[in-house]
């Protein structure tokens, strides 16, 4: 039964950023489609049915996350509020407030150095990239990223992917009696956020090339904000990472309406 509760909350949480992300994808995959030909397009399954398969693969990674999590996080001295809060009915954590200031902090720091990155990589960068960087997001895109980035990532690549990798680790190696090693949360931290900058390759492929430059990019942007959101697990929660990707693509669009004003 916990682990039913356990998994019910994630999931929820989950499911609401893959179905905002499945719908702000539409733009992207009529675009994609109208660049084939008509006889590679009839081959191709109707949009519907595109994006219901995007969104069931997607709930089948997240429910997989969920799961590995489940197994793996109290295991190796990792949490979730909500799980602690609405599961085990702990107390609240004496240093929640110490621990949204560095959420936000995290967040705001990240935000100006991807955006001081991207500027100085830009002239690097292919024009359709560039181009798509400037695009004034819409509101339904800033929201999709704070959803699905925000959260779904976030049990994806922390409560999933980095849980596991402390877990094995910790078994292998054998660092530590009671709970890891610093260093084998260290690795799984930077290991996670590589991986993380490894999965936002295909949505690039979509727009252009995978030169090095763009690979680079994508690793470096990605990755820095990876071991921001990981140390934060590991510091303090799942929702301490949570908060701080939403605060990400929220300063950062915050920043970018600055600029433009600005320039």
């Known amino acids: 039964m916990l682990i039913l509760k356990q998994f019910g909350i994630l999931f929820v949480l989950g499911t609401v950023g893959i179905v905002m992300f499945t719908i702000a994808s539409i733009p992207l995959i009529e675009q994609q489609l109208a660049k084939l030909s008509p006889e590679a397009l009839a081959k191709v399954p109707p949009l519907g049915i595109l994006m219901l398969l995007q969104g069931l693969q997607l709930t089948a990674l997240l429910a997989i996350s969920i799961l590995v999590g489940i197994g793996c996080a109290y295991r190796v001295g990792l949490n979730s509020h909500l799980l ?87 078994k292998v190696f054998k660092q530590g009696v009671t709970l890891p090693s610093q260093g084998i949360y260290q690795g799984a931290i930077v290991l996670a956020a590589l991986v993380f900058g490894l999965l936002h390759l295909p949505a690039t492929a979509a727009i252009v090339p995978l030169t090095p430059v763009v690979i680079i990019r994508a690793l470096l942007l990605n990755g820095i904000a990876g071991i921001g959101f990981g140390w934060l697990f590991w510091q303090y929660s799942l929702e301490a990472a949570m908060l701080a990707h939403i605060s990400v693509h929220a300063f950062t669009f915050v920043l970018n309406g600055l600029l433009a004003k600005l320039v």
Not at 93 to 121: C, H, N, Q, T
Request: cysteine-free; charged content about 15%; glycine content about 6%.
């Open 84 to 170: 602690d809060h609405w599961v085990f009915h702990t107390t609240k954590s004496p240093s929640f407030a110490v621990e949204m200031k560095w959420s936000l902090g995290v967040g705001a720091a990240a935000a100006i150095v991807l955006l001081l990155l991207d500027r100085l990589m830009q002239p690097a960068l292919p024009e359709a990239l560039r181009a798509a960087n400037n695009t004034e997001p819409s509101g339904l895109n800033l929201l999709t990223a704070m959803f699905y980035g925000g959260i779904t990532e976030e049990i994806l690549m922390r409560w999933g992917l980095m849980s596991l990798l402390v877990w094995i680790a910790w």
